[in-house]
């Protein structure tokens, strides 16, 4: 179970767009919602493209995962205290 946000300009073009998952940019708003979310969910996991983007969501405080460095994680008991 998935929901899509597309965000549109004001001619309607697609400006970008996400979707969350219990297990799956716009980061802040993405962040904010899955820390919302009536899902249980432990943490919002992304794929990094590239080394650049990895060095963004670490930025962010995401975590990578050893095994896997492009995949990083925010657990979302860390954005629920931050608020």
């Known amino acids: 179970m998935t929901a899509c946000f597309v965000a549109l300009t004001p001619e309607g073009r697609i400006a970008g767009y996400y979707t969350l998952a219990s297990?799956?940019?716009?980061l802040a708003d993405a962040i904010d919602r899955a820390a919302r979310a009536e899902i249980a969910a432990y943490a919002l996991v992304v794929e990094a493209k590239d080394d650049p983007a990895a060095t963004f969501y670490q930025h962010h405080g995401f975590?990578?995962?050893?095994?896997?460095p492009m995949?990083?994680?925010?657990?979302?008991a860390s954005v629920n205290k931050a608020q």
């Open 23 to 26: 297990a799956s940019l716009l």
């Open 63 to 68: 975590i990578a995962l050893p095994d896997s």
């Open 71 to 76: 995949t990083l994680f925010l657990p979302l």
